[in-house]
């Protein structure tokens, strides 16, 4: 298969991706698609998402990995969560070559942010913080559909393991070649499709990831697993170094790790997690209950009593919830030494 051969690697990889570095708190970034739309990018009912941003203002993307960056995030995550090969070719008319440089680009802007970021810092007063990493977006093909079977992951009863992984291999290998530093398969329904994923990575060895699933309640996938089954399937791969839950409501996230954590008991892995913002979605009229979410980063500590190190945001929280995440996490470990 033909991947394009990406110039990230001109770009210093300053901060790999260790086994002592992933086991320390680490903060992620928010909703980069929402922050988007907050700018007045008009997304929501784009096939591609955020992704079309990549052939069209890749400046804007970078800006808001750029924000969250400052904010505070050890760990951005590319635009590519509903992008794909045979997406981009249907949607923005492109080839195939075209579209793998897409992909590729996805990367290369968030690591250029993570560079820019640094060197910025290095001429501040505050040069402490190290190198922030870029995870390669892996969502699930649900996403790709543009029809919200993301939310229910009912189109895995009618693929097989090796369907969802025909369509999957071009993009994750995609972001591997171009030299994302980690791999992050995010919001996934279904442990049918997760399983997919995490066999996929063989074929890339030298990759690690994490896989985090969407879930309709404290207990349960949005395709009706149990989490803890769930996320014990996939840390037993070596490739799968943390698991958990985002695009979530974050008053599920605590009764989800608790479930899980009775179950998985590998010191060497642990819980992420990164929900929305508490608001809920309505179909023609959008986001509401903004009013009544209480901060992000006021569930921080007991996520992080949970066994939870990496913890950031998703669907509508912004550079400012990132901030008081990271506030969250250092008091945190300042009263638990």
């Not at 089954?229 to 070596?238: G, N, Y």
Request: hydrophobic share 35%; net charge negative.
């Amino acid at each position: 298969m033909w991947f394009c051969q990406s110039h990230v690697q001109d770009i210093p990889n300053t901060c790999l991706l260790t086994e002592t570095s992933t086991m320390e708190t680490k903060v992620l970034d928010g909703g980069l698609a929402t922050e988007l739309d907050f700018a007045g990018f008009n997304i929501n009912d784009d096939p591609l998402w955020s992704a079309r941003l990549l052939a069209t203002n890749p400046a804007a993307i970078k800006q808001v990995h750029k924000s969250f960056l400052t904010a505070g995030s050890d760990v951005i995550i590319t635009a590519t969560y509903q992008a794909s090969i045979p997406g981009f070719q249907e949607y923005l008319g492109v080839s195939v070559e075209e579209a793998h440089k897409l992909m590729d680009h996805g990367v290369r802007i968030a690591k250029q942010a993570c560079l820019e970021f640094s060197k910025e810092r290095e001429k501040g007063d505050s040069p402490g913080r190290r190198t922030p990493l870029a995870a390669g977006s892996v969502g699930p093909y649900g996403a790709c559909l543009h029809d919200a079977s993301e939310y229910t992951g009912e189109y895995v009863d009618t693929m097989s393991i090796e369907e969802l992984q025909r369509w999957h291999r071009p993009r994750l290998g995609q972001l591997i070649t171009s030299g994302a530093d980690m791999v992050a398969i995010e919001t996934i329904p279904a442990l049918k499709e997760a399983a997919a994923l995490v066999q996929l990575l063989r074929e890339f060895p030298n990759t690690r990831a994490w896989v985090t699933f969407s879930c309709k309640d404290g207990l349960h996938t949005c395709h009706g697993e149990s989490f803890p089954e769930a996320v014990a399937a996939v840390l037993k791969s070596p490739q799968v170094f943390a698991a958990g839950a985002n695009c979530c409501m974050p008053e599920h996230v605590a009764p989800l790790l608790q479930k899980a954590r009775e179950l998985c008991r590998d010191p060497a892995k642990f819980f992420i997690a990164y929900p929305n913002s508490g608001e809920k979605w309505a179909a023609g009229t959008g986001w509401y209950g903004k009013a009544d979410c209480c901060p992000l980063s006021t569930y921080v500590p007991e996520w992080l009593d949970l066994g939870a190190r990496w913890i950031g945001g998703c669907c509508r929280t912004r550079p400012d919830d990132i901030k008081d995440i990271r506030t969250s996490i250092e008091q945190w470990k300042k009263t638990t030494g």
